[in-house]
């Protein structure tokens, strides 16, 4: 049932009491911040997660998955990345409450004991973004890679001294 209707705003504790499940997905373009560390806005994240109640605790476990379009550093043309993230959600209702939830769940803070999903799921999967992302071995776009690598040598030709042959220099000194 991955296309349900997912809520804009959710209750936790109502979630977790009556053990709810939340699935479906939303469009990587309804995350703007999100989108602007990425190189295309297309693609679905679909969310699923479990609300439980447990030891008094509204817990939520689960997972968040999207194909993502990253900058390769290495040719500069989009690379697809796979994020894929388990999550384990203990709400709570402050900063300090949140210093009692166990090591084991990411707090997430209820703002009038709702949370605002896509808020929720934009930090989750702008946490797991990795800094910087390549093609695989090979994936490189040729023509791109060719174009990147040979205007990087010229300008260090051209402006930098290796700075091997000025140790060697010294060295022979
Ligand atoms: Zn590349």
Redesign the pocket.
Known sequence: MLNSTLPIYFDPRKYASHEMTLEGQIPLNKFKALCSALASDIGDVVVHLSFKVDDGRYIATGSLKVQVQIL??????P?PYDLAIDLAIGFVYDEEHAKSLPDDYDPVIMTDGEVVLAHMVEEELILALPVVA??DES???PV??KYASSTDEAADDEQKPNPFSILAQLKAK
């Open positions: 390769c550093q290495r040719c500069m043309q690379a390549y093609h994936g490189c776009n791109a890679l």
